[in-house]
């Protein structure tokens, strides 16, 4: 198994509903269910890999205050190196709607506050040698975005391979947004983006010939994986060849977070040398039970050989 590292936002989301129509303002509803849970890219992929049984390392940073001292508890063995800022810890509010979809309405709290010299303090280059780094919430983690290169150098120097995945930015899809995440993919071994996403920074409507336009501009032997949501996923790989998972038909509770759960059952699944395709079969099993789940599961140890026969 090749170590495994996820750097970036780990926040707590509180998640209601469904919600349906829109409440008009002053007035209140009651909804079916309520959930406090790990949140943002790096911790739902965190706990994904926990459930999963893997070891892996995570460098994130936790606001001053109760909340962020709930968010360390959940991961009490590896959170002790987490730097607390003095400020609030980031707080999302995931409002859901019938169709599965979801409104999120979040504070800035401590993600803009982690910087590359604690991410570099809290991981260990040398164990994550060969290994993969998953690199999210870009567009949150303002200090340390602004070092993107520093940490790029760090990772080449370790032989770390970077899968990013930048998350949705707070003013959408900018032409400023889409040339810094180009930049940034130039130096990424691996790219996790969304259909929208991709089709989005490459202006090309098929997610397949968007997601080779998209590894145009990486490195030579880049992989790049295009998420479908109901469609499943696709993945290039670093020869160009096409692979595919389809997802299966599940009653959907919420998809907060779904991408992120993806993640991590690919990245576990390449850690541990499993064909391109079985790691996309991993990646969607796993998404699939997340979304469909209440209290959530992220799966099982077993996930890993089960969807890679």
């Keep these: 198994m090749r170590p495994l590292a996820v750097v970036g936002n780990a926040n707590v989301d509180l998640i209601l509903g469904p919600a349906a ?10 909804v079916d269910h309520d959930e406090l849970r790990v949140g943002g890219c790096a911790g739902n992929s965190a706990l994904a890999w926990d459930s999963l049984g893997v070891d892996y390392a995570i460098a994130a940073n936790v606001g001053n205050d109760q909340f962020g001292t709930w968010l360390r508890q959940a991961f009490p063995e590896r959170s002790k190196s987490w730097p607390v800022e003095n400020i609030g810890t980031t707080l999302s509010v995931g409002i859901t709607h019938p169709d599965g979809e979801r409104t999120f309405f979040t504070t800035r709290g401590h993600l803009p506050l982690l910087t590359f010299d604690e991410v570099r303090a809290m991981l260990d280059g040398e164990k994550l040698r060969g290994g993969y780094a998953l690199l999210t919430g870009s567009f949150l983690t303002d200090a340390l975005t602004a070092d ?14 970077v899968a990013l995945d ?3 930015p707070l003013d959408g899809w900018t032409e400023a947004n889409c040339a810094a995440t180009i930049g940034w993919l130039k130096r990424c071994r691996l790219a996790l983006f969304n259909e929208v996403e991709t089709t989005t920074l490459t202006g090309v409507s098929d997610p397949i010939e968007a997601g080779r336009e998209l590894k145009a501009h990486m490195p030579e032997g880049a992989i790049v994986v295009v998420k479908r949501g109901l469609h499943g996923a696709i993945a290039i790989d ?5 692979s595919s998972a389809a997802a299966p038909v599940v009653t959907v509770v919420d998809t907060i977070g779904a991408g992120d759960v993806f993640n991590a059952g690919f990245l576990a699944a390449l850690a541990a040398e499993m064909p391109l395709e079985a790691c996309l079969r991993t990646g969607v099993a796993i998404a699939s039970e ?8 992220y799966g099982q140890p077993s996930y890993l050989q089960e969807t890679g026969a």
């Design 21 to 30: 129509p829109w409440p008009k303002a002053g007035t209140e509803i009651i």
């Design 148 to 161: 993107y290169d520093r940490f790029f150098d760090w990772a080449e120097a370790h032989d770390i391979a």
């Design 166 to 168: 930048t998350g949705w």
């Design 238 to 242: 670093a020869e160009g060849r096409l």
């Design 290 to 297: 997340a979304i469909s789940t209440l209290p959530r599961s």
